[in-house]
Structures are given as C-alpha cells and as structure tokens.
C-alpha cells in the first residue's frame, strides 16, 4: 500500500508540475518578469525566472495530502512513532514555505544577501529544534558520538552550506534540477529499503517535480522554445529539502531508519560536488581579497565552459560526477571504513580538478593564439589593400 501511496504522489507531482509551468510561463511573459542579462551570465537572451514557484506548494500539498489519507481515510498504520518524526515534518513545511516567501520576493524585486543569510540560518535552525541534528559521526576522523552543543550548531552550519551550494550551482540549463533530482532519486531508494516510507515519500515527490521543470528549463515549451529558470524561489527550497534528506539519512535514529555504518558518507555523496565547488570557489575569493559572497564565473560549470565544452556537455559531465560520487560511495563504505571513502573522495576531486586546470589553460592559449593569428591576418591584408602589394599568402576559407 505504501508504494502504491508512493508512485500515486510521485505522478500527481509530476503532472502537476508540468501544468503548472505553462501557466508561470505565460504569466512571467505577459508581466515581463525576466532573469537580468549581465557580463555573469550564460544565458543571453530573455528568460522568465520564476520556475521555482512550483516547487514548494506541490510538495507541501502532496505530503499533506498523504498524510491525511494514510491516517484518517485509509485507516493505515503510519509505522513511525509521530511524536518522534512528525516535528521534523511539521518544521520542515514551515522552512519551505518561508524560503518561498524570502525567495519569491528576491526574484521579483530582490534581497540583499545579507537577510537571505538570516533568513537560512533562522529556518535552518528548525532541524534541531525539531529533534533532527547530526549526532553520530560514524568513526570519520575516529568520532562517534556528538554531543548536542557540537551536533546541532554542526547541522545548522551544514544546512545553511548546502542551501547556497545548491543555489550556487544553477547556472547552466538543467544542472541544479538534475543534481537535487538525482539526489533525491538516491536518497528515496535508500529509505524504501530501510522502510522509511515517509522521507522516501517526500524525496520521490520532488523526483516528480523536478521532471518536468527540467525538460523546460533544458529543451524549452514545445514548440516556441522558451526556457524558464527556477530562480532562487526555486533553488533555495530545494537546497533545504535535500539538507532535510541527508540529514535525517545521517543522524543516528531508530525511529528514522535502522543503523548503519556508511550513513553519513553515503547521506552526502550527491553533494560533494557543488559542496566542494563552493568550498574552493569562496577560498579563491579569500585567498585574492574579493568578497566571499560577491559573485563570479569560477565554479565548475564556469571551468567546462572554458574548457571548450557546450552548455549540454558541461550539464551531462557534472552530472555524471554526482552520480559517480553516489555510486562509489554506496559501494565503497560496505567495503572499507568511512575515513578511507572520504580521502578517496577527496584524492579524486583534488585529481580530476587539476587535470580540468591543465585542459582549462591549453584551452585558453589555444584560443588566445588563434585570435592573435586571426588578427595579424586581417591586419595584413587590411596593409595589403591599402598599399596594393601583396604582402601573405592567404587562404580565405581559413579565417
């Protein structure tokens, strides 16, 4: 009953979504209420925003609606003890619906970064209010158990990260939908296996959201071939629905799941990627005296662009690095302990982003070459008309 429960929500997510996108759409259209076009940009045409408003009120609804019908018309057993897990839930809906609000407003007439950060800090403290907050470390760095005044400023600080590494990373058609899908796609397997029917609810149901958003944000409407983007409506409440993911795959809790040893890698390996991106693209900016939070064109997607790849290319190429990540991660902690999966980690990321340096700057004097031939030609053949000699062979299909 629970998984047909579970496809039911995840269809009626994804036909919801894909309703309701048309009709953002055609109001951001009409209403003019477009992403800005600036030197940081990818995109360089106009292109609505707003995708994001979709995401939090189906997901809300949808789990409500469930619940109701398990426990009042189905009459089921809900198989978890509420007063342990229903908090959790209850508080995550309020932080969504509040990131919406702080979000919708940022994408229409724009929010200093500064009460964004309140605001991530202020619903990011629900978790552990609530009575989720990461108190076991599994044995990374010879850790087990935290206490409450190490766990829960940890989660707090884990939550705000992982709101901005989320929101950082949407700068290319379709990749911080494919990640936060992928993700929750990895996260809600996990669950159903060890039977935690709800958490894999809420994961599958923004599986489903995330479907249809990313068909128009990578191929366009049919037919008109007009994009929309999430915004940070979209891409904050995603960040704060895969914290809430991981973290409760991560905090040791009988009620949530049954133990195991490889929780907290495997909770986060779908995050490495735009965790560590941040991680090195905020140290850039310190170590060159710029402004941490001020915004510029160093993270990964930014590196494949200038390594000579296309848009689709860089998006496929990340993706492929989170699913990875995912996959060796899974396999990786049944094998070996969680200290020697993290420097693994750690090796491949700090070895795949030198080779990625190396083809970034052979790109780069490759292209910085070619402009300085191509303009040497066009200078002499502009001396050559002017004088009538004939100063290079040339060949006109070459340039």
């Known amino acids: 009953m629970y998984i ?20 953002i759409m055609l109001v951001t259209y009409k209403k003019r209420l477009f992403d800005p076009i600036n030197a940081r940009k990818v995109h360089q045409h106009i292109i609505p925003r707003l995708g994001g408003v ?7 609804l949808l789990f409500i609606v469930a619940l109701v019908v398990v ?64 108190n076991d470390l599994y044995g990374l760095g010879l850790v087990i158990s935290l206490p409450a005044w190490i766990g829960m400023p940890l989660t707090v600080f884990l939550v705000v990260l992982i709101i901005n590494a989320i929101n950082l990373i949407d700068g290319l058609d379709g990749l911080c939908s494919g990640v936060v899908a992928m993700g929750c796609l990895v996260l809600g397997v996990l669950f159903m296996y060890y039977g935690a029917w709800w958490h894999a609810l809420f994961a599958f149901i923004t599986v489903g959201v995330l479907i249809p958003f990313f068909y128009f944000n990578v191929f366009g409407a049919t037919g008109r071939r007009r994009r929309i983007f999430m915004g ?15 973290i409760s795959f991560a905090m040791n809790n009988a009620y949530i799941k049954p133990f195991s040893d490889g929780a907290i890698v495997v909770a986060f390996s779908a995050l490495i990627i735009p965790v560590m991106d941040v991680a090195r693209v905020m140290f850039l900016r310190w170590r ?17 662009l200038r390594m000579g790849m296309s848009h689709r290319i860089a998006m496929v190429s990340i993706l492929g690095l989170v699913l990875f990540f995912s996959v060796f991660n899974m396999l990786m902690v049944e094998l070996i302990s969680n200290n020697i999966v993290i420097l693994c980690d750690g090796g491949v990321w700090l070895g795949m982003h030198w080779v990625f340096e190396k083809i970034e700057q052979r790109n780069i004097k490759k292209q910085v070459v070619n402009i300085q031939e191509t303009s040497s030609v066009k200078m002499y053949r502009s001396e050559g008309k002017r004088t009538g000699n004939v100063l290079l062979p040339f060949n006109d299909n070459l340039y």
């Open 4 to 23: 047909f429960i579970l496809i039911s929500c995840f269809l009626l997510a994804l036909l919801l979504s894909r309703g309701m996108l048309p009709v």
């Open 54 to 60: 979709a995401f939090a009120p189906i997901q809300c």
């Open 71 to 134: 426990i009042k018309i189905a009459n089921m057993d809900t198989q978890v003890e509420s007063w342990a897990l229903l908090p959790h839930f209850m508080l995550l809906l309020c932080g969504l619906g509040m990131l919406f609000m702080v979000g919708l407003v940022d994408d229409l007439i724009g929010v200093s970064y500064r009460w964004k950060f309140v605001m991530q800090i202020l619903v990011a403290s629900f978790f552990p209010v609530s009575g989720l907050w990461i």
């Open 232 to 246: 940070d409506t979209g891409s904050m409440t995603l960040g704060y629905s895969m914290a809430f993911l991981a």
């Open 288 to 304: 060159t005296g710029k402004p941490v939070f001020k915004p510029d064109r160093n993270h990964l997607h930014h590196k494949f």
